[in-house]
């Protein structure tokens, strides 16, 4: 669903970032209730590909239609937001701004969560059928479900283009996903709390490994990088061809915050299905879900 | 309402062996999607990069083999070599994934393996991205040159060859699933696990063997891809891999010779039915627009007929 910010974010140079905040809300959210209605039948992994379809398509289309977005070269020279005059500008101030954000959206979600549409969800997703027919509008709730969630998706979308300043389809890449994607699965689906923990650790550790503190510390390990590599020519003056060297200690916090991130996020992924399938902190009702895992599936229900 | 094709015939057959090559390819990775969801209800998102892994073992045992330097007939058992390769990798590497990844999940919700998978896939993609610096590779440029044909129809050797391969294999794969004891165990347990496993076939035995013959597949499919399009890289298997499951829903997901169909529909659809587009009034999709049709199409059939545009009979799924 996180494919659905790129479209949230069509801003043009010269707005103010508080008229394009709205409106960026806005057009997501009715963007998300286009894709929404045709979808509406659809259930369970079929819904998810449809989605990555959708996601794909978007922005294919948008990189294509070079009129409007100025293809993968992408926008740039958004304008950062003013707040009653003061600048948000440097890093701290984006800090507390998008802290301040969160705090906003998390607000709204849990009130949201305990009101009635937000029970109305909770029904929807434990038995669509029962919750129908216990009389919940099911396509009212579902469509509104796609709008908000995109909606904050369109939130996100434009405060990370004012942030950047700069916007291209291509930027919204498979990248931005995937940590999308690991944060909630590895922080807990269904749970804010969770999600909060998921990306702190997984946002921030990798920042924490480029920290020049990290490189200094990790150049004592030199030693150890020495050893292995005496292992790695071992085992390649067996084998055919060279499987290379491991490179200095110093950078190996960087490397595993650059590539290494996304095949310990794969991992990571697998491991938590397979070990905690409810998420480090997960929430009440879904850590009942996944609980009923030791009893057998029901036997699959013929269609009629 | 007849409509005057503004191109040459020799355009049109062309583009038609052009949607045959890659139809072939989507519809081989295809049937490991088909299979797998007939007996696990479940898609195998890393299957992908299972066709990836075959490419890149292919592409080592070639140059381990000599490479550019091959000629003459050496060629021709230096191809099967890297097949057979490529199919001993991608199957290793299935087998494990669905030890590791998928068996523990049996049971689970079905979010739980879909993730899972989708973890797997992540995983290889980046793994490989890393190992290669993230630059491609290509395949040794040893296959002959040429082209056969009759009047306006022709096709080149490396055509002709991907898909008279790829039919056999697909002939292959069907024989198995039809005539041996295995292919009917893999059909008892598509059709009803519990009932397949209280007449005495070891269920997941049949299932290990449904990822072997469908990782199979997807090696020769990366051979295939190798030797066409000589450039591989790690993030090679997600595109080709989303258009194999859309191949295979649009075939019927379950069904072999769906998936079969699937792809070579999907192949023409992403040639021919763009040229066809293109001939409308006001219509320019250039070839980087054929991904957008073949997601379109993915859309378009999994709303409207979930159940694939050749299906006769009800399939049971949700």
């Not at chain 1, 998706?153 to 930027?171: E, N, Q």
């Not at chain 1, 390649?236 to 950078?251: K, Y």
């Not at chain 2, 949607?19 to 998102?45: D, E, Q």
Request: glycine share 12%; hydrophobic share 50%; net charge neutral.
């Amino acid at each position: 669903m996180g494919l659905l910010t790129s479209p949230g974010s069509p801003i043009d140079a010269g707005l103010n970032f508080w008229l394009i905040l709205p409106l960026g809300i806005l057009i997501a959210s009715g963007v998300g209730l286009l894709l929404g209605l045709p979808v509406l039948p659809l259930r369970g992994d079929y819904l998810a590909i449809v989605t990555l379809g959708f996601g794909e398509i978007i922005r294919l289309f948008l990189i294509n239609r070079d009129d409007l977005t100025r293809g993968s070269q992408g926008l740039s020279a958004i304008p950062r937001p003013d707040l009653f005059g003061f600048r948000i500008d440097s890093f701290t101030e984006w800090f507390y701004f998008v802290v301040a954000a969160a705090v906003i959206v998390g607000f709204c979600t849990s009130r949201l969560r305990d009101s009635r549409i937000g029970r109305a969800w909770e029904a929807i997703r434990e038995d669509e059928d029962v919750a129908a027919a216990m009389g919940v509008n099911t396509t009212k709730y579902k469509l509104l479900a796609f709008a908000s969630g995109a909606a904050i998706g369109g939130l996100g979308g434009v405060i990370y283009a004012a942030f950047i300043g700069f916007i291209s389809p291509a930027a919204f890449s498979l990248q931005v996903s995937i940590d999308v994607l690991a944060i909630v699965i590895i922080g807990g689906m269904g749970s804010t709390p969770g999600v909060i923990l998921g990306s702190l650790i997984l946002i921030g550790v990798p920042r924490i490994l480029q920290f020049r503190e990290t490189s200094d510390f990790l150049a004592n390990l030199g030693w150890l990088r020495d050893g292995l590599n005496g292992l790695i020519g071992a085992v390649d003056a067996v084998t055919p061809g060279s499987i290379g060297r491991l490179p200095p200690a110093e950078t190996w916090g960087a490397q595993i915050a650059d590539d290494t991130r996304f095949i310990i996020f794969g991992a990571l992924l697998v491991i938590v299905m397979v070990l905690r399938p409810s998420g480090l902190w997960p929430s009440s009702r879904r850590r009942l879900e996944f609980a009923h895992d030791d009893t057998p599936a029901p036997a699959p229900v013929a269609a009629p | 309402m007849p409509v005057a094709l503004t191109l040459s015939v020799s355009f049109w057959s062309d583009q038609f062996v052009n949607g045959l090559t890659t139809g072939s390819l989507y519809a081989l990775i295809a049937l490991g999607y088909t299979m797998v969801y007939g007996v696990l209800k479940m898609i195998n998102f890393a299957h992908g990069e299972v066709f990836m892994l075959g490419s890149f073992a292919g592409y080592g045992a070639l140059v381990a083999m000599g490479g550019n330097e091959l000629s003459g007939p050496v060629i021709a058992l230096a191809i099967l070599g890297a097949v057979i390769v490529a199919m001993s990798a991608s199957v290793s590497a299935s087998v494990v994934i669905e030890r590791l990844a998928y068996r523990p999940l049996r049971g689970a919700p079905r979010l739980a393996p879909l993730i899972s998978a989708i973890g797997v896939s992540i995983f290889l993609q980046y793994l490989v991205l890393e190992q290669t610096s993230a630059r491609a590779k290509f395949y040794p440029d040893i296959f002959p040159r040429g082209s056969i044909g009759a009047g306006p129809f022709e096709i080149t050797y490396i055509q002709l060859f991907l898909i008279a391969s790829s039919v056999a294999m697909m002939a292959l794969l069907y024989a198995v699933i039809q005539r041996t004891r295995l292919g009917r165990a893999i059909r008892a347990v598509a059709e009803n696990p519990t009932n397949a496993s209280l007449m005495g076939v070891d269920v997941n035995r049949t299932i290990v063997f449904v990822f072997i013959l469908g990782a199979a597949m997807a090696g020769v499919a990366g051979v295939l891809y190798g030797l066409f399009f000589q450039t591989i890289r790690g993030s090679m298997g997600f595109i080709p891999g989303i258009k194999a499951f859309t191949a295979a829903v649009l075939g019927g997901i379950g069904s072999i010779p769906g998936a079969m169909a699937g792809g070579y529909v999907l192949g023409l659809a992403e040639t021919v039915g763009r040229e066809l587009l293109n001939e409308l009034p006001g219509v320019n999709l250039g070839n980087q627009w054929r991904d957008v049709i073949a997601f379109t199409l993915l859309v378009t059939i999994l709303i409207f007929r979930p159940t694939g545009i050749f299906a006769q009979r009800s399939t049971t799924r949700a």
